[in-house]
């Protein structure tokens, strides 16, 4: 990794509502000086289309290009892999970031990581980061939950996954939809310790 970035981090869109989560996580990543390796599921490519105004592209390689652009990247900043690269380097304990975040995470990307299925390079990427014992953040948004996801989640968990629901609080009385969206971000932000102004703190306004 070039040392002009502050850290490394591997990012997933899955099928799940809630895109907003990780576009706008992405958004922050890229602007806080992080490396990003994503992957965009086929799903996750429909749901854009459906809940965002995006037009995201088919390729891998005109998927970086678009979101660079977007959110004025710098070069080699962002990297977009295919679900079938299994050369990328998330797809081996040797080259993979230590962090990776699946947000929005759908249950059926839940159901497969949690049973090591490994049949994509999301799936493969997150099997590493569990096998290396590295931090893995799965961001599920359901409702409601079926024993299913519970029991997935439950063994994630012991697994030593973080499990952050998309459940925006309200006692930072939000006033608009961007504010429940970071406050999600902010969550996720701080697990991988990465400072953020997004919302404050609890209890930061007494220290």
Same mark, same amino acid.
């Given at each position: 990794?070039?040392?002009?970035f502050e850290k490394r981090v591997s990012l997933a869109f899955t099928g799940a509502s809630g895109l907003q989560y990780g576009l706008r996580l992405l958004e922050v990543l890229l602007a806080q000086n992080v490396q990003v390796y994503l992957m965009i599921s086929k799903a996750a490519q429909v749901v854009a289309a459906a809940e965002t105004d995006l037009n995201l592209p088919g390729t891998p390689? %005109?998927?970086q290009q678009y979101l660079a652009? #977007?959110? +004025? %990247?710098q070069?080699?900043? #962002?990297?977009?892999?295919g679900k079938e690269q299994w050369f990328a380097p998330v797809a081996s304990g040797s080259g993979a970031p230590s962090e990776m975040v699946v947000c929005p995470c759908s249950t059926g990307a839940l159901s497969a990581i949690a049973t090591g299925a490994? +049949?994509?390079l999301i799936e493969r990427a997150a099997d590493v980061a569990l096998k290396e014992r590295?931090? #893995?953040l799965l961001v599920p948004r359901e409702a409601p939950y079926s024993e299913i996801h519970l029991e997935h989640?439950?063994?994630l968990t012991r697994m030593g996954a973080v499990v952050i629901p998309a459940s925006p609080g309200f006692y930072n009385k939000p006033q608009s939809v961007q504010d429940m969206i970071d406050f999600v971000v902010a969550r996720i932000l701080s697990q991988l310790n990465i400072d953020h102004s997004l919302?404050?703190?609890w209890g930061e306004d007494l220290a």
């Open positions: 990794m070039s040392t002009k390689e %005109a998927q652009e #977007l959110y +004025n %990247a070069p080699d900043q #962002l990297k977009v892999f490994s +049949n994509n590295r931090k #893995l989640m439950l063994k919302m404050p703190r």
